[in-house]
């Protein structure tokens, strides 16, 4: 099987939760924790009326974003680098009253 199993994860909006299924390999409970994230942004967009599609999408979406990090290991640490720098540039802005 590819991908994180059915019910490895889920959302539950009204407490602002996501729960993840710890007995996964790693790289599925990656997979899993991106796959609800982006179902919450979906959510939260209003993306889709279709069930189907989304899970269709943010399956694909988590999936291919999994590969692209795995692949790229300096990506994480050069976006968390960059939004350190925007916090400290805004924090710093001395035009801010
Ligand atoms: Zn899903």
């Keep these: 099987m ?15 939760l996501i729960i993840l299924q710890d007995r ?12 609800e994230l982006l179902h919450v942004i979906a959510n939260d967009y209003g993306l889709f009326e279709d069930e189907d599609h ?5 399956s694909a979406m988590a999936s291919g ?4 990090l795995v692949r790229n290991p300096h990506l994480i640490p050069y976006l968390t680098e960059r939004s350190n720098a925007e916090n400290l ?6 035009r801010t009253p």
């Design 54 to 58: 989304e899970e269709r999408v943010v």
């Design 24 to 35: 996964q390999h790693p790289r599925d409970l990656m997979d899993t924790l991106v796959h």
């Design 2 to 16: 590819i991908g994180p199993v059915p019910d490895a994860g889920s959302v539950q909006y009204d407490r602002h």
């Design 65 to 68: 974003l999994i590969q692209i």
């Design 89 to 94: 540039y805004h924090g710093s802005d001395e």
